[in-house]
């Protein structure tokens, strides 16, 4: 971790560093906790899930229950367990759900997240690439709002994240989307922490199948900093945040994680949108994946990121 904790407000060929010195606040952690804050995500560790049989795709009736029996999950607050028969490593079947569930969901989007943009992330959880979700209106918060349970099922997994509101629009169309595409029509930056949940059980076991890919892509809700728009020349690759769980400094994190620059992130999210037929619209936000690795949080806890010049920001769990 000494290169994420290294990050000062000096500045990296002409760029303003984002950031805090975490080390410094460095100190043990009380036994109940750990780099990925609460031990509460299952019985499985990281990266220990045994991939399902299962490789074949699912037919479109078996697309049409998975994503009925997560709406069930999702709306009733119950957790589910996915039938084995219906149990797959075949991606283009995870995004058939994941569209099918946006589709009866039906309530407006806010803008789009990343999962597993990270390469720390898709190998916890078993991910051939990176995992798209909805953000939905009514589920992004001003840092320091009080988070209602009503958001959860099973967990509050806190990820750390640079997030753009867009000023223009990307409709879907044949021409791919460029970074220069996307950086022009960049409205606003701000630190975020992006917080995932899932109707399944034992979040890094239901990576056998992809579960939280299912699952709108883990995604439930967004707690949002202080924009700016004067961002173009902070060094977001090279800074990053520290984060808080109730005053207990558990690491930093790097732009860098993001595929390499939250721009670039923004660029694949732009172009999976493109691909599948979705606009993404002006007004709207992307995250672009977490800088931070996770960070599971309980009812009463206090999640802070520190990303320095760009503010605080605080999610509070009722």
């Not at 000096?10 to 750990?34: F, I, N, Q, Y």
């Not at 990266?47 to 078996?62: F, H, I, K, N, Q």
């Not at 709207?284 to 520190?306: E, K, N, P, Y």
Request: glycine content about 14%; proline content about 6%.
């Amino acid at each position: 971790m000494e290169d994420s904790q290294a990050l000062g407000a000096a500045t990296t060929e002409g760029r303003t560093a984002v950031g805090r010195r975490g080390a410094s606040d460095a100190a043990e952690l009380p036994s109940w906790l750990s780099t990925r804050g609460r031990a509460i995500y299952g019985s499985t560790p990281p990266g220990g899930a045994v991939p399902c049989g299962r490789t074949s795709p699912l037919s479109d009736s078996e697309v049409a229950d998975v994503a009925a029996l997560i709406f069930r999950g999702r709306s009733g607050r119950q957790r589910q367990t996915l039938p084995e028969e219906l149990r797959t490593r075949d991606w283009p079947s995870v995004i058939k759900v994941l569209l099918a569930l946006d589709r009866l969901t039906g309530r407006p989007p806010a803008g789009w997240k990343i999962g597993a943009a990270s390469a720390e992330i898709r190998q916890a959880e078993g991910l051939p690439g990176p995992s798209p979700g909805l953000i939905y209106q009514g589920t992004v918060f001003p840092s320091g709002a009080e988070l209602p349970p009503e958001l959860f099922v099973n967990y509050r997994n806190c990820e750390c994240e640079f997030a753009f509101e867009l000023a223009a629009d990307f409709p879907a169309r044949d021409l791919p989307y460029t970074e220069s595409d996307a950086r022009a029509g960049i409205g606003s930056l701000f630190g975020v922490i992006e917080l995932g949940d899932s109707v399944f059980g034992d979040w890094y076991g239901s990576s056998s199948y992809f579960g939280t890919c299912l699952d709108n892509g883990g995604g439930a809700a967004l707690v949002t900093g202080t924009p700016t728009r004067d961002w173009a020349d902070l060094d977001l690759a090279g800074g990053g945040m520290d984060v808080y769980l109730n005053g207990h400094y558990l690491k930093s994190g790097r732009g860098a994680a993001a595929m390499g620059h939250p721009v670039t992130s923004l660029t694949w999210m732009l172009n999976w949108a493109r691909e599948h037929g979705r606009d993404v619209t002006a007004g709207q936000i992307i995250s672009t994946g977490t800088c931070t690795g996770h960070l599971f949080a309980a009812r009463g806890d206090t999640v802070t990121a520190d990303f320095g010049e760009l503010g605080i920001v605080e999610a509070r769990f009722g």
